[in-house]
């Protein structure tokens, strides 16, 4: 089965408090991408970040860094700092490149909310 | 770069009634998408293109839900007739390579 679990439905932090947010995803196949967007209030899905399966080494971009982990099948995102405009639903996504259909998978998201 | 439009922003309808959305990928884009998101859930893909051939629909309720992609560029989705349970915001996404993925604004719909 291809699924994209995120456990945590609501996280509130205090700005400039760091945040992880939780990725666990499940597919077959051994080629496959992972993805996290967000979506702010505004509705629209924005692209932060893409991984292949094949590259497990952590990514860092200004405040946010991901760390992929494949014996445990994760792909967690933190925030260092957060501002007030994180405040967003971010997505996790699975899009697996065999026997899965090469079609992108969501997890529920989760909301995170920061307050100044 | 122009985005990928869609329109029209809300609509509301009440139920049996049709509707339709309209979407324009970003240019140059072969993969195109359509998503629905119940409110508190992540996006659910309910069909696939890529150019003007349906790649995956598996999960679109054809009973109720057809789709298509003019010339391979613009598509619609349309509902005929809607159901209490489709109110739900509904994304156009394109793609150059099925990976990472470009959203509109989406269409929020709401059936009375």
């Known amino acids: 089965a291809q699924k994209v679990t995120q456990a945590q439905t609501e996280i509130s932090v205090v700005e400039k408090e760091d945040v992880t947010l939780d990725c666990v995803y499940e597919?077959?196949?051994?080629?496959?991408?992972l993805f996290w967007y967000k979506q702010p209030p505004s509705g629209e899905l924005v692209f932060l970040i893409r991984r292949n399966s094949f590259d497990e080494q952590n990514e860092i971009s200004g405040r946010y860094s991901w760390n992929f982990q494949k014996s445990t099948s994760s792909f967690n995102f933190t925030i260092t700092a957060s501002q007030v405009v994180d405040s967003a639903v971010y997505f996790c996504a699975l899009n697996p490149r065999g026997t899965g259909g090469f079609k992108t998978i969501f997890g529920a998201g989760t909301r995170l909310f920061v307050k100044a | 770069e122009a985005g990928v439009a869609q329109s029209p922003r809300y609509k509301i309808i009440e139920k049996r009634q049709s509707v339709a959305f309209w979407c324009n990928p970003i240019?140059?884009?072969?993969?195109l998408y359509w998503y629905q998101q119940i409110l508190g859930q992540g996006p659910k893909l309910l069909i696939q293109?890529?150019?003007?051939?349906?790649?995956?629909d598996s999960q679109l309720p054809k009973d109720r839900f057809s789709a298509e992609r003019l010339k391979g560029v613009d598509s619609t989705l349309k509902i005929q007739p809607a159901k209490l349970e489709d109110s739900a915001v509904y994304l156009c996404a394109s793609s150059p390579l099925e990976e990472k993925l470009f959203f509109g604004s989406g269409t929020q719909l709401s059936v009375l």
């Open positions: 240019s140059g884009h072969a993969t």
């Open positions: 597919t077959r196949d051994t080629t496959y991408y």
């Open positions: 293109f890529q150019n003007n051939g349906v790649v995956d």
